[in-house]
């Protein structure tokens, strides 16, 4: 398919692998974070990792909306699911993040009526044909996905659909990239763009970076040839002593992003004061909540919830892992008592968690290494 | 929906993946578009938030919503 199958070429891959060994400053280390879980499963998947040198190090960033969740708003989500009458709807990834005792799918094991949806129109689609039944979106995910839910609300306002509300999860990239920043045991040579994200808000929020923290920053796509070629981007960048931010995924990303979609999120969403990112902590401003103007939309006003911020298990390096200060294998309960189907944390739930992405595609490889 | 895309345990999910699936514009409906992907798997495809599509256009989807145009790119392992 076009804009697909020219970015997956194998002989392709090989010249950028070569290109970068040329790019290298001999004796020095280089880390590079990518910010999405989409890339960290794509190294992984596309085997990436092994064209690099040994110099060249990934580390894994924030960038999975899952693995960000903290438990306290799962409980919260499982506490709307079990009232009387509602049909709960969410992302298929969400079902299995555990919460303090249960995950979504326990609570739907137990009677809840918890439904997978690959769209929050789906469940806008539920609500219209449920009218008898009070049916909730838990929304989750970055700039990516908060547009969906947008439309999706201006949907259900435009055609007066009155028993549909949304737990509102949807969080914003540039505070936590900030925040691990500021971190003083963060040591990163440069950023891999997430690219869909950027497709939304463009580039210019990520300026920062190089502007207050000399870090160069390259938007990349998610096909192989993307990430090498954005990793080859970020060298050069260090080799030739530029930093700036630059775009490798121009076929999709605008500079300036989607001003559409930029401008539906601003009537429906406004930023929270202070949202709990698991393993992170609570940073400021880097969530998003409906609008006064959709308030009526909100399920967290409609249902009462616990509320009640729960602490991660104290076995979970989650928070080291999402930071970047360890590999997701070095972990105490990494492979053992946390696997992706005995979910711990919740960088194990997600496909695109770094833990599920190394235990799926990187262990055997990591264990011929130990040898 | 896919539910081989988006399974709670073996599947791939591409909402939580924060992925985009590049499609294919096949028919123009009032507000949303029939799109195929690189499988011809046929979805509906809302497109209020990008400019005027055509048929043949690929746009970028995610989350049953096309969230952006695609345009052509730069020659893969050129020098910029």
């Given at each position: 398919?076009?804009?697909?199958?020219?970015?997956?070429?194998?002989?392709?891959?090989?010249?950028?692998?070569?290109?970068?060994?040329?790019?290298?400053?001999?004796?020095?280390?280089?880390?590079v974070m990518e910010v999405c879980g989409g890339h960290t499963h794509s190294i992984y998947k596309y085997?990436i990792d092994?064209?690099?040198?040994?110099?060249?190090?990934l580390v894994h960033g924030p960038g999975c909306?899952?693995c960000?969740?903290?438990?306290?708003?799962?409980?919260?989500?499982?506490?709307?699911?079990?009232?009387?009458?509602?049909?709960?709807?969410?992302?298929?990834?969400?079902?299995?993040?555990?919460?303090?005792?249960?995950?979504?799918?326990?609570?739907?094991?137990?009677?809840?009526?918890?439904?997978?949806?690959?769209?929050?129109?789906?469940?806008?689609?539920?609500?219209?044909?449920?009218?008898?039944?009070?049916?909730?979106?838990?929304?989750?995910?970055?700039?990516?996905?908060?547009?969906?839910?947008?439309?999706?609300?201006?949907?259900?306002?435009?055609?007066?659909?009155?028993?549909?509300?949304?737990?509102?999860?949807?969080?914003?990239?540039?505070?936590?990239?900030?925040?691990?920043?500021?971190?003083?045991?963060?040591?990163?040579?440069?950023?891999i763009?997430p690219?869909?994200?950027?497709?939304?808000?463009?580039?210019?929020?990520?300026?920062?970076?190089?502007?207050?923290?000399?870090?160069?920053?390259?938007?990349s796509?998610f096909?192989?040839?993307?990430v090498?070629?954005?990793?080859?981007?970020?060298?050069?960048?260090?080799?030739?002593?530029?930093?700036?931010?630059?775009?490798?995924?121009?076929?999709?990303?605008?500079?300036?992003?989607?001003?559409?979609?930029?401008?539906?999120?601003?009537?429906?969403?406004?930023?929270?004061?202070?949202?709990?990112?698991?393993?992170?902590?609570?940073?400021?401003?880097?969530?998003?909540?409906?609008?006064?103007?959709?308030?009526?939309?909100?399920?967290?006003?409609?249902?009462?919830?616990?509320?009640?911020?729960?602490?991660?298990?104290?076995?979970?390096?989650?928070?080291?892992v999402l930071?970047g200060?360890?590999k997701p294998?070095?972990?105490?309960?990494?492979?053992?008592?946390?696997?992706?189907?005995?979910?711990?944390?919740?960088c194990?739930?997600s496909p695109e968690g770094a833990c599920a992405a190394y235990y799926n595609y990187g262990?055997?490889?990591?264990?011929?290494?130990?040898? | 929906?896919?539910?081989?895309?988006?399974?709670?345990?073996?599947?791939?999910?591409?909402?939580c993946g924060d992925e985009?699936?590049?499609?294919?514009?096949?028919?123009?409906?009032?507000?949303?578009?029939?799109?195929?992907?690189?499988?011809?798997?046929?979805?509906?495809?809302?497109?209020?938030?990008?400019?005027?599509?055509?048929?043949?256009?690929?746009?970028?989807?995610?989350?049953?919503?096309?969230?952006?145009?695609?345009?052509?790119?730069?020659?893969?392992?050129?020098?910029?």
């Amino acid at each position: 398919m076009k804009f697909v199958d020219e970015f997956r070429n194998a002989q392709l891959g090989q010249v950028l692998a070569g290109e970068i060994l040329a790019e290298l400053e001999p004796g020095r280390q280089y880390k590079v974070m990518e910010v999405c879980g989409g890339h960290t499963h794509s190294i992984y998947k596309y085997g990436i990792d092994d064209l690099l040198p040994a110099n060249v190090e990934l580390v894994h960033g924030p960038g999975c909306p899952v693995c960000v969740i903290p438990m306290g708003r799962v409980d919260d989500g499982i506490a709307v699911a079990r009232h009387e009458g509602v049909i709960f709807t969410c992302f298929g990834d969400m079902l299995r993040v555990p919460g303090s005792e249960y995950t979504l799918l326990d609570a739907k094991a137990q009677g809840a009526d918890v439904r997978m949806v690959y769209s929050p129109l789906d469940a806008l689609r539920i609500a219209r044909e449920n009218p008898d039944r009070e049916v909730v979106f838990f929304a989750i995910g970055f700039e990516t996905t908060a547009p969906s839910t947008a439309l999706t609300l201006k949907r259900a306002r435009a055609e007066g659909i009155c028993n549909f509300s949304c737990v509102c999860n949807h969080v914003t990239i540039v505070p936590p990239l900030r925040a691990l920043l500021e971190s003083p045991d963060l040591r990163l040579d440069g950023f891999i763009g997430p690219g869909h994200v950027c497709t939304v808000v463009g580039a210019r929020p990520f300026e920062f970076i190089p502007a207050d923290y000399g870090r160069p920053v390259v938007i990349s796509g998610f096909e192989p040839l993307d990430v090498l070629q954005s990793i080859l981007m970020i060298l050069r960048q260090l080799s030739q002593g530029r930093c700036e931010v630059e775009n490798q995924y121009t076929r999709v990303v605008p500079y300036e992003g989607n001003l559409r979609a930029l401008e539906v999120m601003a009537e429906v969403f406004e930023l929270r004061p202070h949202f709990e990112w698991r393993g992170l902590g609570f940073i400021s401003q880097s969530a998003l909540k409906l609008s006064e103007a959709y308030r009526e939309f909100d399920a967290e006003e409609r249902f009462s919830v616990p509320g009640v911020r729960v602490a991660d298990p104290k076995a979970c390096q989650c928070g080291e892992v999402l930071k970047g200060v360890i590999k997701p294998w070095e972990c105490k309960v990494f492979g053992t008592a946390c696997t992706p189907e005995h979910a711990i944390g919740t960088c194990m739930v997600s496909p695109e968690g770094a833990c599920a992405a190394y235990y799926n595609y990187g262990r055997l490889t990591r264990a011929q290494e130990a040898v | 929906m896919k539910p081989e895309r988006c399974d709670p345990v073996t599947g791939h999910c591409i909402t939580c993946g924060d992925e985009g699936i590049v499609m294919r514009v096949i028919e123009l409906r009032d507000d949303e578009a029939v799109c195929a992907d690189e499988l011809r798997t046929r979805h509906r495809v809302a497109i209020d938030l990008v400019g005027p599509v055509a048929v043949g256009d690929e746009v970028l989807v995610h989350a049953g919503v096309a969230i952006g145009h695609l345009r052509a790119a730069a020659i893969v392992g050129a020098r910029e």
